[in-house]
């Protein structure tokens, strides 16, 4: 989840990981889990980094029926206190929403949370957020209605939509993408360009790293100047401490096979 800013991130919700996870659906970065075990270990690592740094962490069931319920990214989009519960791009994944929308309700109330028109397609993973710009991938999962709801919903905060086309060969836009701190994007060469962000607020600035470390950009800042990044990719962590940062490394590589990436199995609220 990456629609909130990094003081605004104190509590969130993942999702355990089934028995079935070895079904998610695997088509860029992965090629499907093979290590059930490894993957729960991963998502605990996970879940303790972000509580080390202070963040509440609540958990909600794994569901047999759905091997990509981890994902919850993709289920909610939280902005200001408010959330839009979007429709999901891969039907296999439509079944995760009621146990999120109704732990939503009830953490939130009933006023706060808000539903898509069901013509519009989008995931979660397809938005990221510098300041008052959001940004949206358009891809495989999110489609122009999608894209026009959260537009609307954006319009209560009176916040900005910049649509970004995500290529063929990559999921969402925080595949490739992500907000280290709030000031800074870091996004993949061969992939996404600079350029396509747009002008920025004064200060904000896009950081190109290599294309073959386009997973390693999804990252988590975190309150206390602490990043989350997964393992085995230098460039990008080089350039996390560099910021001062301190980098906090995951291995993904369970999570990576059904193409997750560290921001897919959380969403601040
Ligand atoms: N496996 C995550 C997704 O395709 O949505």
Redesign the pocket.
């Known amino acids: 989840m990456t629609t909130v800013t990094i003081e605004q991130k104190k509590r969130l919700f993942c999702r355990l990981v089934p028995d079935s996870y070895a079904g ?3 088509n860029f970065f992965g090629s499907g889990p093979t290590d059930i075990e490894l993957a729960r270990k991963q998502h605990q690592t996970y879940q303790n980094a972000l509580m080390d740094a202070g963040i509440e962490v609540h958990v909600l069931d794994a569901d047999e029926r759905h091997p ?1 319920c981890i ?1 919850v990214e ?1 289920q909610a989009l939280f902005v200001d206190g408010e959330v839009l519960i979007p429709n999901v791009g ?1 039907p296999s ?1 439509e079944g995760e929403r009621p146990p999120v929308e109704a732990f939503l309700r009830e953490q939130l109330g009933d006023e706060k949370v808000h539903l898509m028109d069901s013509n519009a397609k989008m995931d979660g993973g397809d938005v990221i957020r510098l300041h008052n710009i959001f940004y949206v991938g358009k891809s495989s999962r999110t489609n122009d209605a999608g894209i026009d709801e959260f537009r609307k919903f954006l319009d209560r905060f009176g916040y900005e939509l910049r649509v970004v086309n995500i290529p063929g060969n990559a ?1 969402h836009i925080t595949s490739l993408s992500s907000t280290p701190t709030d000031d800074i994007i870091i996004a993949p060469e061969g992939y996404l360009t600079a350029k396509i962000f747009g002008e920025l607020p004064q200060g904000s600035k896009v950081v190109m790293m290599p294309e073959e470390e386009a997973y390693g950009c999804n990252t988590i800042g975190l309150p206390g100047n602490k990043v989350l990044a997964a393992k085995g990719y230098p460039t990008v962590i080089k350039f996390l401490k560099e910021l001062g940062l301190e980098v906090v490394e995951i291995d993904m590589s369970q999570i990576r096979a ?3 990436s560290l921001t897919c199995m959380s969403v601040f609220f």
Do not use: Q, S, V
């Open positions: 998610a659906l695997a990509d994902f993709d891969a994944r999921l059904a193409d997750g």
